[in-house]
T-cell receptor, first 109, second 113 residues
Framework: GIQVEQSPPDLILQEGANSTLRCNFSDSVNNLQWFHQNPWGQLINLFYIPSGTKQNGRLSATTVATERYSLLYISSSQTTDSGVYFCAVGVSNAGKSTFGDGTTLTVKP | ETGVTQSPTHLIKTRGQQVTLRCSSQSGHNTVSWYQQALGQGPQFIFQYYREEENGRGNFPPRFSGLQFPNYSSELNVNALELDDSALYLC????????????FGSGTQLSVL
């Protein structure tokens, strides 16, 4: 099956810093989503982005499908951005999404 | 518009028992997917239900089974619980069966002793 690798595994920032999280995948995909898992375990959908670039406030994402990677940018980070960020890809119409192991982000005040 | 709700939030069972987890999909959504998330890992796909039929299954044994009701809510049943079944179980709903944006509930934390 498809492999999804996220980097870095852990990231520690000072409040106000910018960061880039990366997601590499091993095969062509039909969809790609970025999620933020908060300390209570809930996964919040940040972006549905099979290709191209999207922005939502301080967050933006870019997927280059032909090169099999996606990037999540966080600007002016806040302590509430802390948590685990996952990317998930779908490769068929069977409904399965394959998740990476996540990037754990800690933003210090 | 109501979001995805899961119950119970926490559950403790002993090895060999059976458990049923419940999920109500977001209004307007007809598809529910179940995921298992072990500590420190990404969620793993268990199966998906679309219009009351199973539509895709991950690498989980048959003792993991599910059901979707006419109102699109869903149940996950696990028989003969094992210690390794201890995990966060997440339900996601979507407006279609393939390549749709996923909306997750808060999960059920299952501990098997």
């Amino acid at each position: 099956g498809i492999q999804v690798e996220q980097s870095p595994p852990d990231l520690i920032l000072q409040e106000g810093a910018n960061s880039t999280l990366r997601c590499n995948f091993s095969d062509s995909v039909n969809n790609l989503q970025w999620f933020h898992q908060n300390p209570w375990g809930q996964l919040i959908n940040l972006f549905y982005i099979p290709s191209g670039t999207k922005q939502n406030g301080r967050l933006s994402a870019t997927t280059v499908a032909t090169e099999r990677y996606s990037l999540l940018y966080i600007s002016s980070s806040q302590t509430t951005d802390s948590g685990v960020y996952f990317c998930a890809v779908g490769v068929s119409n069977a409904g399965k999404s394959t998740f990476g192991d996540g990037t754990t982000l800690t933003v210090k005040p | 518009e109501t979001g995805v709700t899961q119950s119970p939030t926490h559950l403790i069972k002993t090895r060999g028992q059976q458990v049923t987890l419940r999920c109500s999909s977001q209004s307007g959504h007809n598809t529910v997917s179940w995921y298992q998330q072990a500590l420190g890992q990404g969620p793993q796909f268990i199966f998906q239900y679309y219009r009351e039929e199973e539509n895709g299954r991950g690498n989980f044994p048959p003792r993991f089974s599910g059901l979707q009701f006419p109102n699109y809510s869903s149940e996950l049943n696990v028989n003969a619980l094992e210690l390794d079944d201890s995990a966060l179980y997440l339900c996601a709903s979507s407006s279609g069966a393939s390549n749709e944006k996923l909306f997750f509930g808060s999960g059920t934390q299952l501990s098997v002793l």
